[in-house]
Structure formats: C-alpha cells, structure tokens
Antibody, heavy 121, light 108 residues
Framework: EVQLVESGGGLVQPGGSLRLSCVGSGFTFNAYQLNWVRQAPGKGLEWISYIGRRDETIFYADSVKGRFTISRDDAKKSLYLQMNGLSGEDTAVYYC??????????????WGQGTLVTVSS | SYVLTQPPSVSVAPGQTARLTCGGNTIGSKRVHWYRQKSGQAPVLVVYDDRARPSWTPERFSGSNSGNTATLIISGVEAGDEADYYCQVWDSSSDHVVFGGGTRLTVL
C-alpha cells in the first residue's frame, strides 16, 4: 500500500522557519516525482513546489520562490520542504503528493494527509 | 501566469448528470487532471490526462477537453459525490503546476 506521511508542522512566529518532512512507503521512492501542495483555511489548493527524480528538476511557485527549498533523500525515502521567512499567508495545511510518473509534473495519484502550519505571533 | 477558471458551485439532483467546467486559454492543448476533495480529507485524483480514470474511479466519471474548456462529467450523481472538485494542468511556459479555484458540487 502506497503511503505518504507528513510531519513537522506547527505554530511558528512571523519571520520564522520550519522544515516539513514526508516519508513514503509502499513504492519505489526514487522512481517518482514529488510535489508540495498547500491549502489555506477555507481556500483552494495551491501548488508550491515540484522535484523530479534524482533532483534533476525543481520548480517553485512564485509565492514561495526564494523562501522555500524542496529536497529529497531517496535513501531515507523522504521529501523535505525548508520554509524560511514565513508570514501569515503561509498558514495552511501542507500536503506532499506523488506524481503518477508521466513526463509532465502534476497528476498526483497519491497524497499524504497533510500537516498544518500556522504562522502567528 | 496561466489561469484556470472554475464555477464556485454546481448543484444537481441525485441520478442526474453533473458537468463541471474548467476554463483556460487553449486548455485543449494541455493535459487536464481532476481531483475530488471531501471535507477534511486529502484530495483524490479522479481523472487524469483529460479522460483517463485511476483504478479507484467509477466509470460514472469521465472527462473531455477541447478549445478553451475542459469538463468533468459525473453521470448518475450520488450523495457521496458531494465534494470540492479541482482541475489541474502543467503550464510549460511558466514551469508551474496550476490548479483551478475549485467547484463545490452539491447533491440536492
């Protein structure tokens, strides 16, 4: 069974940093592209970052570029999101999502349950 | 940046057909994916590459994509289909994955 489990969310002050993790199981981790997608309270889905197999390709949404860093450790079957310079607009549930393996990013067929990040003083 | 436009809400009676649209400039040239998200749950992929279904998606779900509009079609709507539905594409011009704003499907 494919599983993705996020962790690392919590309450952080404005301007602070947080590192999210996502551990995958039930599939060959290094064979798939991965994404981070977030959802602010009561709002829609917002894609924020993508990482290809073996780090060959990385993309960011404009809203997080320069502040967030995506990375992966295939040996640990883990995906990470380092978030710096956080503001209230970053308050959201953060999901990791595994792509199907097609050529283009997107079409994520497996998602974690999400981890909540709250930015507040 | 590329924009996907979805109506905020669609209502349909049980057993009827729901058509959820997703508008975008020449979206017909892109591969569109659809997700269902029930309250408090993670999204679930229901249609990919315009019309293909993952193994868990019932045949009642289908898709089409042409010109400036992609459509998710749900036949024989059931109470359990009530959820938010999001369309998604890959925009190679900006190297961004783009989601539509979502449509809340209400089963009357």
């Amino acid at each position: 069974e494919v599983q993705l489990v996020e962790s690392g969310g919590g309450l952080v002050q404005p301007g602070g940093s947080l590192r999210l993790s996502c551990v995958g199981s039930g599939f060959t981790f290094n064979a798939y592209q991965l994404n981070w997608v977030r959802q602010a309270p009561g709002k829609g889905l917002e894609w924020i970052s993508y990482i290809g197999r073996r780090d060959e390709t990385i993309f960011y949404a404009d809203s997080v570029k320069g502040r967030f860093t995506i990375s992966r450790d295939d040996a640990k079957k883990s995906l990470y999101l380092q978030m710096n310079g956080l503001s209230g607009e970053d308050t959201a549930v953060y999901y990791c999502a595994r792509d199907r393996g097609s050529d283009d990013p997107g079409s994520s067929n497996y998602w974690g349950q999400g981890t909540l990040v709250t930015v507040s003083s | 940046s590329y924009v996907l436009t979805q109506p905020p809400s669609v209502s349909v009676a049980p057993g009827q057909t729901a058509r959820l649209t997703c508008g975008g400039n020449t979206i017909g040239s892109k591969r569109v994916h659809w997700y269902r998200q029930k309250s408090g749950q993670a999204p679930v992929l229901v249609v990919y590459d315009d019309r293909a279904r993952p193994s868990w998606t019932p045949e009642r779900f289908s898709g089409s994509n042409s010109g400036n509009t992609a459509t998710l079609i749900i036949s024989g709507v059931e109470a359990g289909d009530e959820a938010d539905y999001y369309c998604q594409v890959w925009d190679s011009s900006s190297d961004h994955v783009v989601f539509g704003g979502g449509t809340r499907l209400t089963v009357l």
